[in-house]
């Protein structure tokens, strides 16, 4: 077998592949209105299972929309309504256990406290330098970060 043949080969199995898994997650999204508006939507810049892991209620899923957005997700005023409402109802906010701020890692922050990936980065690397934070005043001390967004979620927090 020749290295063209062997690339086009390995090409071919690894879109297969691809295409296998975008299939086995696209059957595990409920049916209804809007799934494929999701499905195109949220898939567009990263993994779709990374997407609908969140669990949000109706304006989580609006702010996280809004945020995609804004970093250049295109999407027409119908898609957007539609793929919204299909979130809030098939991937709704669930009771969450407080967040431990001493143990959560960067994804924790970012969608239990509607955080930049940067935001929750300074976070994990200000409690690697100067360990545990004791309270909420340690936490508002993270140079990045907005305190009113931990203001704003502090009856979740825990130390």
């Known amino acids: 077998m020749s290295s063209y043949d062997f690339r086009r080969s390995f090409r ?3 879109l297969l592949a691809f295409v296998l898994a975008a299939g086995r997650l696209s059957a595990q999204m409920p049916e209804g209105p809007g799934r494929e508006e999701t ?3 949220c898939s567009g ?3 779709l299972e990374r997407s609908i892991s969140l669990r949000q209620d109706r304006d989580g899923w609006k702010t996280t929309m809004n ?3 804004s970093l250049g997700m295109q999407a027409n005023e119908r898609e957007f309504s539609v793929a919204l409402e299909y979130l809030a109802a098939n ?5 969450m256990p407080n ?6 890692r960067a994804i924790d922050f970012e969608s239990r406290l509607t955080l930049r990936r940067s935001e929750a980065a300074a976070i994990i690397e200000y409690r690697t330098k100067h360990g545990s934070f004791k309270s909420i005043e ?3 001390k993270v140079p990045g970060i907005d305190p009113a967004k931990i203001t704003v979620k502090k009856d979740i927090l825990i130390f």
């Open 12 to 14: 071919t199995r690894l």
């Open 39 to 41: 499905q195109k939507l």
């Open 45 to 47: 810049c990263h993994e």
């Open 67 to 69: 945020k995609m957005v």
């Open 91 to 95: 991937y709704p906010a669930q009771a």
């Open 99 to 104: 967040l431990n701020v001493n143990t959560a």
């Open 138 to 140: 340690d936490l508002k």
